[in-house]
């Protein structure tokens, strides 16, 4: 078999093939085919205008196709087109990076499949997966494939978090709550994406075309497990958070109970040692020749019976 880089496509970015064989043919041929794959990314003007005429899109789909943000979308159009956008992570090259999505548009009939990516293509498929396939059959494979990518960066995101969870309740005053927090807002997405993609995978599933693809079926029930999933470690992440915020608040309430205890034990000496240090002609007790030594005892004796006072009373 011939790789998907054949001498055939000029272009790093477009592949097509046959399905029988997945012989490599140009795009040209691939539209004007039968049983053909197009595969595209940040596709030019002149190609999307020859799949604008081909499978007879208006302006406005040309535009969700090129929109990298679009949400995902299901259209049957007329001739038996379907338009399928679906929306997926895109695999961060480094953990400091921001978590990013991308939507990927699907054009499908009964003759062919276009797979487009509006800008840098972020997955890609082995032509020995699609090999021999139905329309109908490549089109429920792609899907699986991105859902299963999706799915995957879900549990990944899962032991992150529950490895870095560990890590703030065994020692909360080293915890970075911006960090779970970055993650638990990845996971919140994720777990939008899940059931966005979840409706439109469903509603491509009651088409006649597709309602019995297993391959689809399964798809559907991966994005609602990536969905539960994703929605149900953010929720837990959420009360790992508050969990910390609650131990580094008691953490704050016990220095605190302990200064004011410090405070109050304290104050008395601070007030004896004032009255002595008052300058008076005559005081009686600065003649005393055990005083200075009354005095102090005086003031031990006091912040003791306070410090009995407050731990038999149980603020401290």
């Known amino acids: ?40 990314a940040n596709p030019s003007d002149e190609i999307l205008d020859a799949i604008q005429e081909r499978f007879s899109l208006d302006d406005l789909h040309i535009k969700d196709i090129r929109n990298p943000n679009h949400p995902p979308h299901f259209t049957r159009m007329a001739g038996e087109t379907v338009h399928i956008i679906l929306r997926f992570p895109i695999d961060k090259k480094s953990d400091e990076e921001e978590s990013l999505t991308t939507s990927v548009s699907i054009l499908a009939d009964k003759e062919m499949v276009c797979l487009i990516w509006p800008e840098e293509r972020h997955h890609r498929f082995s032509s020995k997966e699609m090999v021999d396939l139905t329309v109908a059959e490549c089109v429920s494979r792609i899907i699986h494939k991105l859902v299963d990518h999706l799915l995957q960066r879900v549990y990944i995101l899962r032991e992150d978090i529950d490895e870095f969870e560990d890590e703030c309740l065994a020692d909360v005053s080293k915890a970075d709550l911006s960090h779970l927090l970055s993650m638990r807002k990845e996971l919140s997405a994720l777990a939008r994406l899940g059931i966005t993609n ?15 693809s297993v ?37 704050l309430n016990d220095v605190m109970k302990f200064l004011a205890v410090i405070t109050v034990v304290m104050t008395p000496m601070g ?13 009686e007790i600065l003649s005393h020749p055990n005083g200075f030594t009354l005095s102090v005892w005086s003031m031990l004796l006091l912040a003791i019976v306070l410090a009995i006072i407050f731990k038999v009373r149980k603020w401290w």
């Open 1 to 40: 078999m011939q790789s998907e880089h054949s001498p055939v496509e000029h272009r790093e970015d477009v592949i097509s093939h046959k399905l029988a064989g997945m012989h490599p043919v140009s795009w040209q041929e691939a539209l004007e085919g039968k049983q053909t794959l197009l595969r595209l």
């Open 271 to 283: 007030i004896i040692a004032g009255i002595f240090g008052m300058n008076f002609t005559h005081m």
């Open 215 to 251: 391959v689809l079926a399964d798809a559907l029930e991966h994005m609602h497990r990536a969905a539960a999933l994703a929605e149900s470690k953010a929720e837990h992440a959420l009360n790992v958070m508050q969990a910390v915020q609650s131990l580094l608040s008691q953490r």
């Open 198 to 212: 979840a409706a439109v995978i469903e509603k491509l599933k009651i088409d006649e075309t597709y309602h019995s």
